[in-house]
């Protein structure tokens, strides 16, 4: 599958690389978010609402509890952590349909817990720790126009490679697979 890979060597690097993907988020987008406790998804989460336009007065949260968080940004943000779901029945109770079919962009940890109701049309975003700062993040864009979009997120997102701004540790690595 070809996407994109990252080494992040610290938060702001996740934070900044968050932030681009949300300058590049359409309305419907689904990203299921992949990544051991601590990976680093709400953090991700975090810089994409920064991207979508969500003022840095208003905090990203983590959902552990809440289940969905919702955020009215450029596109409006849904924002789930799917730890505690054991069954996808438990998803009956929760508005998450609207949240995934709808004209907004949904950000989904634990996505497996969503089993065959899991758009196939998504964003896969894989993060894996490689040590106590640094992350390995993969990013693969599924669906009718992915190879289109993907091409545009690797233009895209080479200029974070040179970015001033990324507050530790230096920028994130780029290369396309
Ligand atoms: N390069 C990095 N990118 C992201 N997080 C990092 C990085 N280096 C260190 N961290 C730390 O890793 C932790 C990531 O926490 P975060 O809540 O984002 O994880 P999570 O994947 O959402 O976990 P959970 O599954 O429990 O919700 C934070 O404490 C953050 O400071
Ligand atoms: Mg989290």
Known sequence: MKG???????????????EKIGTLLEPGDVIALR????????????GIARG????????VTSPTFTIINEY?????LCHMDLYRISEPDEMDTLPWQESL????????????????LLPAERIEIEIRITGD??????????????????AKWVEELQ??????????????KTKSQ
């Open 4 to 18: 994109l890979r990252f080494e992040s060597s610290g938060e702001g690097c996740t934070l900044l690389l968050g």
């Open 35 to 46: 990544g051991e406790l601590g990976a680093g998804k709400t953090l991700l989460v975090r």
């Open 52 to 59: 979508l336009g969500l003022p840095p007065s208003v905090p």
């Open 72 to 76: 009215p940004a450029h596109l409006h």
């Open 101 to 116: 079919f709808g004209n907004g962009v949904a950000a989904i940890e634990w996505p497996e817990r969503l089993g065959g």
């Open 133 to 150: 700062e640094t992350r390995s993040i993969r990013i693969s864009i599924r669906g009718k126009k992915a190879g289109e979009r993907t």
């Open 159 to 172: 200029d974070i490679k040179s970015a001033e701004n990324c507050v530790r540790g230096g920028c994130p």
